[in-house]
């Protein structure tokens, strides 16, 4: 067995309420490629980035080629280490030349530590491994497409002949053919002893080019894998962790299941990007509808399309009784009953004003007589939704901000509940919210479902899907890939649809 | 098509508007008055020129990068000279390096303060620029003229240069000269993407406090002009340069917004507004429409300039 270049041990993370990571360990040999996979938010890129110096972790440990060593702190001194990591955003400086980009850093502020002619030759051999035309060394990178910037990281990393190369899902901006140098280029950097860790949600990568592997769930590393010890099922069991009990709100949801009524929103020949697969789903009143799929792939995409935002083309039309009305704005969506939570709390709220003022903005002419607003009506109001959804205020003329994160989304969904909508929007609401919360906008939106309404939440978390909707529309490469009735919905099979897997339902 | 072109000559030189506008403006001027005196002219133009050269550093590196407190450090540096360096007999030329250090140390002050506190730069060179004008007043209570030093050959002739030309030529040299080295390199870098150049492991902090800090040794050097070319220290002048300032630079296709631009651009920026105030004078245009001008100006090359920058050919 080869030498061991890197062990981490115990690592942790906490950010606010969130337990980025509970307890990451895991070696690197010499000459291996390593990939790292589990679901969105199973602590992956907070590993990377600790181990890159971006972030550093709350306890852990780690040894490098051997010896104890600490935590690098800061991007400079994981390079010093040898550890040099290409991140899933394309970090490039647009103004700057391709050469300017691929050197970044290397030097000194006044000393020049590699000649401008070297420079020059060894960006070149650099491009010449990993694409067919390589752009000319002094073009701005701005003028580069995307795959070719992101080639520019990939270089930039190289050019450092690191001892251990990390991937954050790097491959995701590549182009096919780039993909296909790459993992050449890396076999070829694995033959001279350098170690690979690479992150990436696709299974024929990690099958392509893994020697091992490590799988983490939920800020944990559950367990590491040799090549040939792993097939997709076993993989995707444990990324999910399917043995783990769920199913308790399941009960509570499953009583009213004969209230989905008659559609009110249809897509038609929708495409959520260019040169896509039309998606045509329809929304029906009091149905609890999941969004999913990893990161990008398109839900977001869904969602602004269903409130009226942008589109790669197609139509959305709200159904109202024998009405068909095309929705062409976010504000006419809102007109016609679409209301919409967004996912970023701070883009939805007001921090400087009342959580009163935060509740009736957009409803607040009806607290109005003849031009006067009457704030006490606006209370009133306001303390219907504090009751009925649980919001823990002490008084409505607080400022928003002295709420917490899940009482201030119940305000921003208490706001919209008050326009009458007939369907509600959800993206990711329970994100960084903690469980009771979390519990209680589960029946709060069961509820809500009860009465009529049809809620279409995006989630990054199996379990809501599972435990929540009745229907659930998995997104992959921008396209609807799978519609999983409530059934069929587990979270093998959601993982499963995921990673393109075929037959995950067989799994569960 | 013709219109891309022009856009895409515009991204790659940025100065492309300002030298047009400068040229234009400079046969108008020699139309008009052709006994236009070069070595007059040039020391007239320096304050401004060099204020705008001296604020560019900052803008450059991004991040809402920006310096008020230019054009007070400026005078500042000019007062010291006529009421402290000069009658104490240091007023020949053992003056430019302890001015050129004062410059550079509240440059410096003004980068590690942004870099520490975490506050928007324009904050913070705003402080200064208050700092710097009750400074003033403390060291210039009344305007202080001086007898003839040196410094007034660089409103005239030095051999056969005019002297303008050296201290305009200053901050370009060091510019050309910081262009050998990697540093220029890493701030326009870190200008046009932090994250980037941070992930790259460039130190930001310390490249962007250079950056206020060089731009400070800039504004000594326009303090020098400014004596050069009045021969007084005046503390009610403090605020005469910051926002004409700022109007050349970004005239002369400096991004606000960091990472594009050059001092060359800033101070053909100084001198459209420059020869355009002169054109005013001889055509007897009152001074209000002349700050229209300006202002109409500003915004369009703003706009333009970034309007070169964005159409950028279409990513696949």
New interface residues.
């Given amino acids: 067995m080869s030498a061991v270049l890197l062990r981490v041990d115990g690592l942790t993370k906490r950010f606010g309420a969130t337990q980025a990571l509970r307890d990451a360990s895991f070696d690197l040999r010499a000459g291996e490629l390593h990939a790292l996979v589990g679901e969105n938010g199973s602590g992956k890129s907070t590993l990377v980035k600790v181990l890159s110096g971006v972030q550093a972790p709350d306890r852990g440990s780690l040894e490098l080629f051997g010896r104890p060593a600490p935590l690098p702190a800061g991007t400079k001194a994981a390079q010093k280490l040898g550890i040099v990591t290409v991140f899933q955003e394309v970090l490039v400086a647009e103004a700057r030349s391709v050469l300017d980009n691929v050197w970044l850093g290397v030097d000194g502020l006044l000393r020049t530590r590699v000649p401008a002619k070297a420079k020059r030759e060894l960006a070149t051999a650099a491009f010449a491994q990993l694409l067919d035309r390589p752009p000319s060394l002094g073009t701005p990178v701005e003028e580069l497409s995307l795959s070719d910037r992101q080639a520019c990281c990939i270089v930039r990393a190289l050019l450092r002949e690191p001892r251990i190369l990390i991937f954050d899902e790097a491959t995701a901006s590549l182009d096919v053919a780039t993909r296909d140098r790459l993992f050449g280029v890396l076999r070829r950097a694995s033959e001279t002893g350098v170690g690979v860790v690479f992150i990436t949600h696709r299974l024929d990568e990690i099958d392509e080019l893994g020697d091992r592997i490590t799988v983490m769930r939920a800020g944990e590393t559950v367990k590491t894998l040799d090549r040939g010890a792993w097939t997709p099922p076993e993989l995707i069991r444990l990324m999910s962790g399917s043995d783990r009990v769920t199913g308790q709100v399941r009960e509570t949801a499953e009583s009213g299941r004969a209230r989905v009524g008659a559609p009110v929103l249809r897509t038609r020949g929708l495409r959520l990007a260019p040169g896509r697969a039309e998606v045509d789903a329809e929304i029906r009143s009091g149905e609890l509808v999941g969004v999913a799929g990893l990161d990008g792939h398109g839900q977001y995409e869904f969602l602004e399309a269903l409130r009226g935002g942008e589109r790669a083309g197609g139509e959305v039309v709200r159904l109202d009784g024998d009405r068909e009305i095309p929705i062409h704005s976010p504000r006419h969506a809102a007109r016609h009953g679409v209301a919409y939570v967004p996912r970023e709390r701070r883009t939805a709220l007001f921090d400087w004003m009342s959580i009163r003022e935060n509740f009736g903005m957009p409803t607040l002419s009806r607290d109005a007589r003849f031009g006067w607003l009457r704030p006490g009506a606006t209370r009133r109001r306001l303390s219907r939704y504090i009751r009925e959804l649980g919001i823990v205020a002490a008084d409505s003329d607080d400022r928003i901000t002295t709420l917490s994160g899940g009482n201030q989304q119940k305000v921003v969904i208490a706001r919209w509940l008050a326009s009458d909508p007939r369907v509600l929007i959800l993206n990711d609401p329970t994100r960084g919210v903690d469980i009771g919360t979390k519990r209680q906008l589960y029946a709060l939106l069961v509820r809500l479902a009860e009465e009529g309404l049809a809620v279409v939440m995006l989630s990054t978390e199996l379990d809501e899907h599972v435990e929540l909707m009745d229907r659930v529309l998995v997104f992959r490469e921008h396209e609807l890939y799978r519609e999983c009735h409530r059934a069929h919905v587990s979270r093998n099979a959601l993982a499963s649809a995921f990673f393109g897997h075929e037959d995950g339902d067989g799994l569960a | 098509m013709a219109w891309r072109e022009a856009a895409e000559l515009l991204r790659r030189y940025s100065f492309g508007l300002a030298l047009l506008l400068t040229l234009a403006l400079l046969i108008v001027n020699l139309i008009r008055s052709p006994d236009f005196g070069w070595a007059d002219q040039l020391a007239s133009l320096a304050p401004l020129a060099i204020a705008a050269m001296a604020s560019t550093p900052a803008v450059i590196s991004g991040g809402g990068g920006f310096d008020l407190s230019v054009s007070p450090l400026m005078i500042l540096t000019a007062g010291i000279y006529i009421v402290h360096l000069e009658p104490n007999g240091l007023g020949g030329a053992e003056a430019v390096p302890i001015l050129l250090a004062v410059g550079a140390a509240v440059g410096l002050l003004n980068g590690v303060l942004i870099n520490v506190l975490r506050v928007p730069p324009v904050v913070v060179t705003l402080s200064m620029f208050f700092i710097l004008i009750g400074a003033n007043l403390e060291v210039i209570p009344q305007p202080e003229q001086v007898d003839l030093t040196w410094m007034q050959y660089l409103s005239g002739w030095v051999g056969p240069i005019p002297g303008a030309l050296l201290t305009i030529g200053f901050p370009l040299l060091v510019w050309a000269a910081l262009g050998l ?3 220029r ?2 701030l ?2 870190v ?3 932090d ?9 930001v902090g ?2 962007r406090a ?1 950056a206020y800090s060089l731009g400070g040794m800039f504004a000594a050097v326009g303090g020098i002009a400014v004596v050069a070319v009045t021969s007084t220290a005046n503390a009610s002048a403090s605020q005469t340069y910051t926002l004409l300032a700022i109007a050349a630079l970004a005239l002369g296709g400096t991004s606000l917004w960091g ?2 631009g050059g001092l060359i651009g800033s101070a053909l920026g100084a001198a459209s507004l420059y020869l355009l105030g002169n054109l005013f004078v001889t055509l007897n245009v009152g001074p209000e429409w002349l700050q229209v001008i300006y202002g109409t100006m500003l915004l369009v090359a703003v706009v333009l300039v970034g309007g070169a ?1 964005r159409a ?2 279409k ?2």
């Fill in positions: 080295v990697p540093y390199r890493a326009y870098a200008g046009s993407n994250a980037t150049a941070f992930s790259a492991g460039v130190s310390t490249v250079l990472g594009r920058a950028r050919p990513v696949a």
